[in-house]
Every structure is written in structure tokens, then in C-alpha cells.
């Protein structure tokens, strides 16, 4: 195993910054970014403590939850979840957030860097009532950086295309989750099955 531990190595192995991608980067929003913003129905948030301890939390809702406050700011809506909120302890401590914009059938993604804060209550909360439910929470974004991403990842994977999808042979939900903690999972495999069911989540998307 070779590691790479110096910046002058790794941007040698790496060659330079072409000039697109290198000068691609802005700190306010396009006319562009807005419309991309309002046809996304699924975010990634990447937030890290003090410490560097990281967390990358998936956000989805109707497509344009995503609300865009400023040319600079955007508010990312928060519903009922594990209450675990690793991402949004991760934020008291530091406020430095990444967010990755993703819509179905795109291969390109529009990127978000900024620096958060947590908002219990915004009169813009009504906006992002769904199906009568306001959100718990809202992470207020600055924008730092915004650009967007090529589609090179999405096309080696083939993540949007069904022909080229893998059989899915993985273990259910339920059987990985008492396989993982058996100690914790006292329900039965049957009964786990019955609680990981879509008819089941759907009834707690939007309720504690």
C-alpha cells in the first residue's frame, strides 16, 4: 500500500484544475440554481463536529421543499425522524454544512457549501407545511459556495437507469436490523417486516 500524505503529490497524481471547473464556483444564487432548487425533491446534507466527527443525512420531500430565502440563503425543512439528529448537534458545534441537490433522471447536481443555523419557528414555516404538517425544525443555509457538478458519477454508476440495475439480493430491511442488533431487536422477524413496510412508513412520514 502506497498512502499519499502531501498536497504537492496528490495534486501531482491528480494533474491541475482544468479552467472551467476551477473558476465554476459562485456565492449567490443563478436564476439557474433557483429553478434547479425548486425541482428537487431529495438533498444530502454533510456536517461535522468539533472534532471532525462526520454525518451525511439524506432530506426528501415534495419536490421545491428546499426553500430559497435570499439570493444567499436557503432553508432546508426538517420532518419527524429517528430523533437521533446527529447532523444538527454536528451544527451547534460547527456550523460548516455541504449540501448535494438531487433529481431523478439528472446525472449533474448543483452543490451547496455554507455555514448553518437551526430555526424552530420562521413565519416562512407555512410555506413548507406538508399534508397539514409544519416542519419540527429549519436549517438556515449561507451560502459560501454554490456550482454545479458533472454527471460522471451518475453515468459510471448508472444509477438512473433501470435496464442496468443490479437484482437487488440484499436482506430485507428487517432481517439486516435483527441481524445487526439482536440484542436491541426483540421483535420477531415477522413482526419487523410489518414495521419497515412502506404502507407502515407512510403512515409516519409526517407524524411524531
Known amino acids: 500500500m502506497s498512502e499519499i500524505t502531501d498536497p504537492v503529490e496528490l495534486r501531482e497524481l491528480l494533474g ?16 439557474h440554481d433557483r429553478e434547479w432548487i425548486a425541482a428537487t425533491p431529495f438533498v444530502v446534507v454533510a456536517t461535522s463536529d468539533a472534532d ?10 415534495p419536490a421545491g421543499f428546499v426553500k430559497v430565502l435570499d439570493d444567499k440563503t436557503i432553508a432546508i425543512p426538517e420532518r419527524p425522524g ?41 413565519p ?12 419540527i425544525l429549519a436549517i ?11 454527471a460522471k458519477a451518475f453515468m459510471r454508476s448508472s444509477l ?19 441481524d445487526v442488533m439482536p440484542a436491541a431487536m ?3 422477524v415477522e413482526q419487523l417486516e410489518e414495521y419497515y ?7 409516519m412520514l409526517y407524524k411524531s
Not at 21 to 27: E, H, M, Q, S, T
Not at 82 to 94: E, H, K, T, V
Not at 124 to 132: L, S
Request: glycine fraction near 6%.
Open 52 to 61: 471532525g466527527n462526520c454525518d451525511a443525512s439524506p432530506k426528501g420531500d
Open 124 to 135: 416562512y414555516f407555512e410555506d413548507m407545511t406538508v399534508k397539514g404538517h409544519r416542519p
Open 186 to 188: 426483540t421483535e420477531t
Open 16 to 31: 491541475e484544475v482544468a479552467w472551467r471547473p476551477k473558476n465554476k464556483v459562485r456565492d449567490s444564487l443563478h436564476a
Open 82 to 122: 429517528n430523533r437521533r439528529a446527529d447532523g444538527y448537534f454536528n451544527i451547534l458545534s460547527n456550523p460548516h454544512v455541504g449540501v448535494l441537490f438531487m433529481i431523478p433522471r439528472r446525472g449533474d447536481t448543483l452543490r451547496i457549501n455554507g455555514r448553518a443555523r437551526l430555526v424552530r419557528d420562521a
Open 160 to 178: 438512473w437507469d433501470p435496464e442496468r440495475w443490479p437484482e437487488d439480493t440484499l436482506p430485507s430491511a428487517a432481517r439486516m436490523a435483527k
Open 197 to 203: 413496510a412502506p404502507a407502515n412508513y407512510e403512515k
Open 140 to 150: 438556515e443555509v449561507a451560502i459560501d459556495q454554490i456550482f454545479f457538478h458533472c
